[in-house]
């Protein structure tokens, strides 16, 4: 689905505007970005401000106009910061688009269009699409670097996506983080037991401090990382109890 949703960017003057708004869009888990006109590409700024994204840079096709970038869509969103006079159904809020864009791409292509740094798409590019949406801001000072406006959207777009039911969306936890296997606990309190035996701490069998002891951790659920570090401290307790 979301190989279905495209960015298109019309006229950049600034080609790390390029790069920048290929790095939003890849952190979105979008990839499939179209140039219309662009001043200069491709460039080293494009590439040294996508940080990471450049296969998305790589992967962007240049054309000569708007309605080469999006004949094959079914949805065409424009970003726009003014209303125009033009009769497009409008979305005051980018949550909403973002819901219907999504569910447009399930079977078909959808794009994002962006238009020029200095005054937007114009009135003629606006007819090239089916909707416009604005991002609600500062009243005062609501003005958005491009790839800013691309990140809002692109983030809009992602999150309706990841909510629904069939995305298995999952958020990466780093390995630290995450909780110990039932084998790592059990060898843990092992050592713990092995340890407190050692030190005199236990003169007999004890299965009730035992016990309380394993409850106390259960509680605190220590991570991997932080079970890891508990089993380097009882070591260290082991090789110095030796060079006693």
Known sequence: MLANIRIVLVQTYHPGNIGASARAMKTMGLTELVLVNPRCFPDSEASRLAAGAEDVIDGARVVESLEEAVSDC???VGASARLRSLPLPHYDEPEAM?????????????ALVFGRERFGLTNDEIRCCS???????????????????????AYETFKAWRQQPGSDYRQPRPAEERQPTREQLDHFHVH?????????????????????LQALFARAQPSRKELSLLRGLLRSLEESAKGD
Not at 100 to 107: K, M, Q, R, S, Y
Not at 141 to 153: K, R
Not at 192 to 202: C, D, I, K, N, T
């Open 98 to 110: 973002a819901h219907e864009l999504v569910a447009n791409a399930t079977d078909d292509p959808v």
């Open 192 to 212: 713990l037991g092995r340890v407190m035996q050692a030190s005199g701490f236990l003169t007999q069998p004890h299965a009730r401090t035992e016990a309380q």
């Open 74 to 76: 079914v949805q065409v």
């Open 131 to 153: 909707h416009q949406v604005s991002i609600p801001a500062n009243p005062d000072y609501g003005i958005l670097n491009l790839s800013q406006a691309v990140q809002v959207l």
